[in-house]
C-alpha cells in the first residue's frame, strides 16, 4: 500500500518562528491549560530555546505543508547517549489546527527522525492522566503505558502525577491506523 504524502513537515524552531509562535501559545492557553505553559513572549521563547544549544535537548515545529502555518511543536528532551540512547517527548498542538490530525503526523515524522536520523532506542511521554487529548494520541502511535509517576512535574503551582508512555526502536514501526485522529 503506498504511503500518503504527508500534509505537515517537521522544522527545527528558530527565532524566526518566534512571532508566529508566540502568538498561537497565547491563542491556544486554553487548550494547554493546566497541561503545559509554553513560552508567550519573546524574551520567554529566546530564553527557553537557550535549552537547544548543546544538542541534549532539540526543538521543533510542525508545519502544515499547504498554509505554511505552525500546527504544533514537539521537543525531544534530556537526550541520553551511551548504553540508554533516550530521550522525554514534550509536544502540544496549536488551538487552530487541533483534532485535524496534524499532531499524528507530526509526531510520526519526530518518531522516525529519533529512531533513525539520531539513532535513539527508548522515547518517553509523560502525560498527567486527565489529558485525555495527549493519551489518545500516544496511543495511536503504539506507546505503551509503563505506569504513573507520583508528582513528576512542578506545573501551574503543583506537583502533577504523570502517566509514562515509552517507545523503543522497532524494525519496521507505523502508526495505528485503527484508531481515531488527533
Known amino acids: 500500500m503506498p504511503t500518503m504524502p504527508s500534509r505537515v513537515e517537521l522544522c527545527p524552531l528558530t527565532l524566526a518562528d518566534q512571532e ?13 491549560s493546566p497541561w503545559m505553559r ?14 537547544f544549544g548543546d544538542g ?6 510542525i508545519r ?7 500546527a504544533g511543536m514537539v521537543d525531544i528532551d534530556s537526550i541520553i547517549r551511551g ?6 517527548l514534550g509536544y502540544a498542538a496549536f488551538a487552530p489546527s487541533a483534532g485535524q490530525g496534524h499532531m499524528t503526523e507530526g509526531l510520526t515524522a ?23 487529548a495527549s493519551l489518545a494520541l500516544v496511543r ?10 507520583t508528582d513528576y512535574l512542578y506545573i501551574d503551582g503543583a ?23 488527533v
Open 83 to 88: 548504553r540508554y540512547q533516550g530521550a522525554s
Open 64 to 70: 502544515v505543508v499547504e498554509t505554511g502555518e505552525l
Open 140 to 149: 495511536r502511535l503504539g506507546f505503551r503505558h509503563e505506569g504513573i509517576s
Open 159 to 181: 506537583w502533577r502525577d504523570h502517566e509514562r508512555w515509552s517507545m523503543t526502536a522497532p524494525s519496521t514501526w507505523t502508526p495505528d491506523p485503527s484508531l481515531p485522529e
Open 38 to 51: 509554553l513560552p508567550r513572549t519573546g524574551e520567554e521563547l529566546r530564553n527557553w530555546m537557550q535549552r
Open 20 to 32: 508566529e509562535f508566540c502568538s498561537l501559545v497565547r491563542a491556544s492557553a486554553e487548550l494547554h
Open 56 to 61: 541534549t535537548n532539540l526543538g521543533f515545529v
Open 110 to 132: 519526530v518518531l522516525r527522525h529519533a529512531f533513525g536520523d539520531l539513532r535513539l532506542h527508548r522515547l518517553e511521554a509523560h502525560i498527567q492522566p486527565a489529558n485525555k
